[in-house]
T-cell receptor, first 113, second 116 residues
């Protein structure tokens, strides 16, 4: 079945440690996205990539980094510079970078202790 | 940048009644307005979307209306069922690869509860 796979589903880390969240898609989509979801704040865009080897900052990119070396993969690193990293992280993809349906993964919940 | 406001934050209706969720946006250049449904523990899923060249779109029990002059759009669910219980998000974007593409700005969500 085609879809987006995020891993791990739950992750615990100590303060000051970097952590990388995995996102893989087999939909052959050009564009991929990372969103952060906090209670009462909706979804906020962290980074997005419209094509391989290119990505742009979203609204809340500080303290995060990404790479897009393969079409299928868009990993997100939450660095120690992110002041409030505990959140639910959602990865999504779309056929192109133009306006259209986003297909979301099931999310990764990161808790920093 | 774009700012999307969504109301109400929670909505409780009786099964069979209608539910309406409203959103306003600030960027007059926005031209794509999707609605997503998120069930507990899952990622959001698109349920309907509308582009700025139409004022209304229907899909079975779901409809979306858009008023570009007033910069607001609404989701209407008729004959609600228990499986409609979820969090609903509206969103807006400018569309086009250079105009912001699929860079969606989301509302803060509405928790819909359909009671038996």
């Amino acid at each position: 079945d085609g879809g987006i796979t995020q891993s791990p589903k739950y992750l615990f880390r100590k303060e000051g440690q970097n952590v990388t969240l995995s996102c893989e898609q087999n939909l052959n989509h050009d564009a991929m996205y990372w969103y952060r979801q906090d209670p009462g704040q909706g979804l906020r865009l962290i980074y997005y990539s419209q094509i391989v080897n290119d990505f742009q900052k979203g609204d809340i990119a500080e303290g995060y980094s990404v790479s897009r070396e393969k079409k299928e993969s868009f990993p997100l690193t939450v660095t120690s510079a992110q002041k409030n990293p505990t959140a639910f992280y959602l990865c999504a993809s779309s056929i192109t970078g133009e306006a259209g349906e986003l297909f979301f993964g099931e999310g990764s919940r990161l808790t920093v202790l | 940048g774009e700012n999307v406001e969504q109301h109400p934050s929670t909505l409780s209706v009786q099964e069979g009644d209608s539910a309406v969720i409203k959103c306003t946006y600030s960027d007059s250049a926005s031209n794509y307005f999707p609605w997503y449904k998120q069930e507990l523990g899952k990622g959001p899923q698109l349920i309907i979307d509308i582009r700025s060249n139409v004022g209304e779109k229907k899909d079975q029990r779901i409809a979306v209306t858009l008023n570009k002059t007033a910069k607001h759009f609404s989701l209407h669910i008729t004959e609600t069922q228990p499986e409609d219980s979820a969090v609903y998000f509206c969103a807006a974007s400018r569309g086009g690869l250079t105009g912001g593409g699929n860079k969606l700005t989301f509302g803060t969500g509405t928790q819909l509860k359909v009671e038996l």
